[in-house]
């Protein structure tokens, strides 16, 4: 019964997503308030609707209906509850219908918080976001739908893969959908923008808390991902450029770009058209990772189950959506006023670089992650792969830049600054970090010069970033506590998230040139070290868990003359089959200690234990760092200027603010 | 100059998508053969009989077309192509095959069961001869010409299909080749 | 503990993930470099793995050979050729610089030096008109200020 509730209110909200995708638009074609009205009551309603089927397929996994083929396909009775209830989004149909429902939640957001928004705005956006949900309703209930019955019933389900029976499945993937779905927002924007022919810095200032409320939780999510990853893979790996990751790094990295185009924008009216650019493209490169994820075209061990008529149905999807954006981009454009002009050394000119990189970051991903897709067209006998050490190379040369431009843009003035000016400003900056680097370098060693140099950058901008609360709290007239009591929100989330990448870029490069590792046999009473570390086997047994028999390895570990405990253990999952390793993990601030235990294995001194011991120097300060950059999203998101609620405008719209050409 | 940078991404987009859906037609597993109009690797294999017995060596490849399966007794999909190498071999076209990864016990048991169309069987206990051949897995067969050379690669078992449409016609050019 | 072990053994009867100490060359030097080696490699049967992180069969006949051949005394460039010539360039997870990857080597670095020429034409083209260089004047600030409504 709760599927066929659950399924009827799916194709009721089809409906009204129908409706919603032609009638505000309609009504801000003719200027009639009702019909512009009947949008905002719409996108409530579709949310209701996809909320109600959303808990329909919830409980049926809570209960474990396997008459549902769904739930038998992806939980087993003998999986904890939790992991039950995360399955309902740990398979192809489950995904969507989250994919649908974060979608519908974001419209209603619009709907409520929107009404500061111009109305023939607010209901064009609607509309666009009513065509998406259309889409991928469509998508959801022709091509994959979760109620789907199963005939005989059978007594027990097949286990989820037991990779993902962990808390970061209840995390990871419904933040990052926030994040993908959270740029269709900003792609509304862009449209409607497009379709009024207006981009000015009120409607860069609307759309800036979107693109916010949408890159925080992306940021999250991938943090989130990557912490996973190391901790339950098993050999400690934290970024692999797996087409699925880049899937996700892929929009972030535009979305970080449109973060900083819309701020000129909307202080100088200028890059409107670049910016609505940017909106388009984060969405569509979510669109695209989602047509990567599930069509097959490209190996991937995130992959779900493929099928290539959700491939064929999906690329229609995106050639709908970014085809008819990006034709509207090549008409209207072009007529968007263009705002005021900038010189060479500004803030603007800042921005803009941190663009052009982040655009040429973007492509290494790009690139890396398609072209053996555009190989496999262009000369089919000589396939190509494309790795970590792609990426690893091509992507630093171009990082480097844009994290010394990190510390330096802030430092600009707005419109025109003088490169003297500049200089004085960043000499002491440049003096201590030139300090840091000797000193680093003398302590590396030539060899691992360019850890140096990645441990500076990261110096650089912690620095940075500290520099420009300094700057703001001493103001013209010395340090004031009213200075300190009066920052914006949105200094302190410029600090947060700059910092951020400073602490992100140096565990990079800590782990990237110190860490170190040993693979052995080991027996009890033995002891080996990697790096710092020292690690003796003190014992080892059989457990049972809940649905998996394991076998658990203690370990003493030392470093530093302290020593503590650790356990690991490889787990058969019995329903399924199928192993997984859990590592034993040494959290410190300084680095982790990593034992992971392996099958038997033979070697000279008789049966033993494959064992990996790590240390991984920093790779705490990566996540940390992700973790400060949304939070000095959310800082910002929280600034009463951006406040999505805030209070109505006014005046209708500012003429250009500075004359232009 | 102007307009065409706004007409710029419609483009580039629409070369991706072009691409993109180019992408969904092909496997990309599947990997092309590097052996391709290239003389055979050389390799001389055992066979599956106890205490090794006569294999075949690759210098053999020589005087008539020949195909080379590569299977194995924990194959899948190889007892769904056992017919067709059956048919194969009824209608005169000699059949290689190398055990890949298998003990000669097992192979011996799945051809006992299943029938042997092979006119010889080598182990390639090793896997050894299977990466020069730039084997991925099983069951794969390679077409080798008159000359000893490497014309033509099925990933995958051989269906009735495709022996017919394509293999075979290729196996009766070669053998009306000089 | 013996029988532990044993029992463990039958339990996992498939090898974990990666390189595993059995493999491994006596000589550390060489050792290194097939770990080098081995994490270009990619496992040919698998999800975009090196041989070096991947726990297939194939991948560790891979792993084997890489070091055999580093054993006889190959360079590294050898051995990479070496198995290059049995899979294609598709064992690569670092790509040949070649015409066919151009784009691929040279096309984040194009953007950037387009986009930087283009943007630097474009402001020598229109110079800024107003000379100040403050950040803001009060009256455009008023201004902002009057879109995002009253601040406190």
């Known amino acids: ?661 | ?178 | 503990m013996k029988r532990a072990f044993l029992a463990l053994a039958l339990m996992l009867a498939t090898p974990a993930a990666a390189v595993l100490p059995d493999e491994m060359l006596p000589d550390a030097a060489q050792e290194a470099r097939a770990r080098a080696i081995s994490k270009d490699l990619r496992c040919v049967v698998c999800q975009n793995q090196s041989i070096d992180d991947s726990d297939a069969p194939l991948a560790r006949d891979l792993r084997l050979l890489v070091r055999e051949q580093i054993a006889k005394g190959k360079s590294d460039a050898d051995v990479r050729d070496y198995v290059v010539q049995r899979y294609g360039n598709f064992v690569l997870l670092k790509p040949p610089v070649e015409g066919d990857t151009l784009l691929l080597w040279a096309g984040p670095f194009a953007i950037l030096l387009l986009g930087a020429a283009g943007l630097i034409a474009w402001q020598r083209r229109a110079p800024v008109a107003t000379p100040d260089s403050a950040p803001l004047s009060e009256a455009e600030r008023a201004e902002l200020d009057r879109l995002a409504g009253p601040h406190n």
């Not at chain 1, 500061?116 to 065509?131: E, F, G, K, P």
């Not at chain 1, 010394?404 to 600009?412: A, C, F, S």
Request: hydrophobic residues 50%; glycine residues 10%.
């Open chain 1, 1 to 661: 019964m709760l599927a066929e509730i659950g399924h009827f209110a799916l194709i009721l909200s089809l409906l009204v997503a129908l409706a919603q995708s032609v009638l505000p638009m309609l009504g801000a074609i003719r200027g009639d308030a009702a019909l512009m009205a009947f949008g905002r009551s719409a996108a409530g309603l579709q949310a209701l609707l996809i909320g109600l089927s959303f808990a329909c397929l919830m409980t049926l996994f809570g209960q474990a209906d396997f008459s549902v083929a769904l739930v038998a396909n992806h939980s087993a009775l003998s999986q904890p509850l939790p992991y039950r209830l995360a399955a309902t989004w740990g398979n192809h149909e489950g995904s969507m219908l989250l994919w649908v429902l974060v979608l519908s939640i974001y419209g209603a957001g619009i709907a409520r918080f929107g009404d500061n928004l111009r109305a023939t705005l607010q209901a064009r956006i609607l509309s666009v976001q009513a065509m998406i949900s259309v889409a991928f309703l469509a998508f959801a209930l022709f091509t994959s739908n979760p109620f789907a019955r199963l005939f005989p019933v059978p007594l027990d389900g097949a286990e989820l893969n037991p990779l993902l029976q962990d808390p970061g499945l209840v995390f990871h993937p419904p933040l990052l959908y926030l994040g993908y779905v959270g740029f269709s927002v900003t792609f509304s924007f862009a449209v409607a923008a497009l379709l009024e022919g207006r981009a000015d810095p009120a409607w860069a200032r609307w759309m800036r808390p979107w693109v916010l409320a949408a890159w925080v939780p992306l940021t999250c999510g991938i943090t989130l991902g990557s912490f996973w990853a190391y901790y339950e893979l098993g050999w400690g790996g934290w970024w692999f450029w797996d087409p699925v990751e880049n899937a996700s790094f892929m929009p972030w990295l535009i979305g970080t770009a449109l973060l900083h185009s819309a701020i000129v924008t909307e202080k100088r009216g200028s890059l409107a058209g670049w910016t609505i650019l940017l909106a388009i493209l984060a969405f569509s490169l979510s669109l695209i990772g989602t047509f990567l994820v599930r069509s097959g075209i490209l190996t991937s061990v995130h992959a779900f189950a493929v099928d290539p008529k959700r491939g064929v149905f999906i690329l229609a999807m995106i050639i709908g959506a970014t085809g008819t954006a990006l034709t509207l981009f090549a008409a209207k454009a072009p007529m968007l006023r263009s705002g005021a002009l900038f010189g060479s050394v500004s803030r603007e000119s800042g921005l803009t670089f941190n663009n052009l990189l982040l655009m040429a970051l973007t492509a290494v991903v790009f690139l890396g992650t398609f072209y053996p897709v555009i190989m496999e067209a262009v000369a089919p006998t000589n396939k190509i792969s494309v790795g970590p050490p792609y990426y690893n190379l091509v992507f630093a040369p171009l990082a480097a830049p844009l994290l010394i431009l990190v510390t330096i843009g802030p430092m600009l003035a707005w419109k025109r600054d003088d490169l003297g000016a500049l200089a004085r400003k960043l000499l002491l900056p440049v003096a201590i970090i030139a300090v840091v680097l000797a000193g680093l370098a003398l302590w590396t060693g030539l060899a691992k010069l360019s850890a140096a140099l990645g441990l500076a950058l990261g110096a650089w901008l912690i620095m940075g970033a500290v520099l420009v609360l300094v700057r703001r709290w001493r103001g013209a007239g010395g340090f004031s506590w009213r200075l300190v009591r009066t920052t914006p929100a949105a200094t302190i989330g410029l600090v947060l998230a700059h910092a951020g990448l400073g602490f992100t870029t140096a565990g990079i490069a800590a782990m990237s040139a110190f860490s170190a590792e040993k693979i052995l046999v080991m027996r009890p009473g033995e002891t080996a070290a990697a790096g710092p570390v020292s690690v003796t086997m003190t014992g080892a047994e059989e457990v049972e868990g809940a649905n998996y028999r394991a076998l658990r390895a203690h370990f003493s570990v030392r470093q530093n003359g302290s020593t503590h405990g650790l356990v690991s253990e490889r787990r058969l999952y019995t329903v399924s089959g199928s192993q997984t390793t859990e590592a034993g993990i040494g959290v410190s601030v300084l680095g982790n200690q990593y034992v992971a235990i392996g099958d038997v294995q033979q070697d000279a001194r008789g049966q033993g234990l494959v064992v990996r011991i790590y240390w991984h120097p920093l790779v705490g300060w990566i996540w940390f760092g992700g973790l400060l950059m949304a939070m000095g999203g959310a800082a910002s998101l929280s600034d009463r200027r951006f406040r999505i609620g805030a209070p109505q405008v006014r005046t209708p719209l500012a003429p250009n603010l500075v004359p232009a050409e």
């Open chain 2, 1 to 178: 100059m102007k307009r065409l940078l706004f007409i710029l991404p419609i483009i580039a987009f629409a070369g991706l998508a072009a691409f993109l859906g180019f992408g969904l037609t092909q496997d990309p597993k599947e990997l092309p053969s590097q052996l391709i109009d290239r003389p055979l690797p050389e390799f001389a294999l055992p066979g599956i009989e106890d205490g090794g017995g006569p294999g075949f060596a690759s210098a053999s490849f020589k005087g008539e077309p020949r195909l080379l399966n590569i299977w194995a007794s924990w194959c899948a999909a190889c007892p769904q192509e056992h017919p067709v190498l059956t048919q194969i071999a009824r209608e005169g076209f000699p059949v290689y095959g190398i055990a890949w990864k298998d003990k000669p016990q097992d192979s011996r048991e799945w051809l006992a069961r299943y029938g042997n169309p092979y006119a010889a069987v080598a182990a390639d206990q090793q896997g050894r001869t299977a990466i020069d051949l730039g084997v991925t897995g099983v069951p794969e067969t390679f077409i080798v010409d008159k000359k000893g050379r490497v014309r033509f690669k099925q990933i995958g078992p051989i269906s009735p299909e495709v022996w017919e449409g394509q293999i075979k016609p290729l196996m009766q050019q070669l053998r009306a080749e000089a």
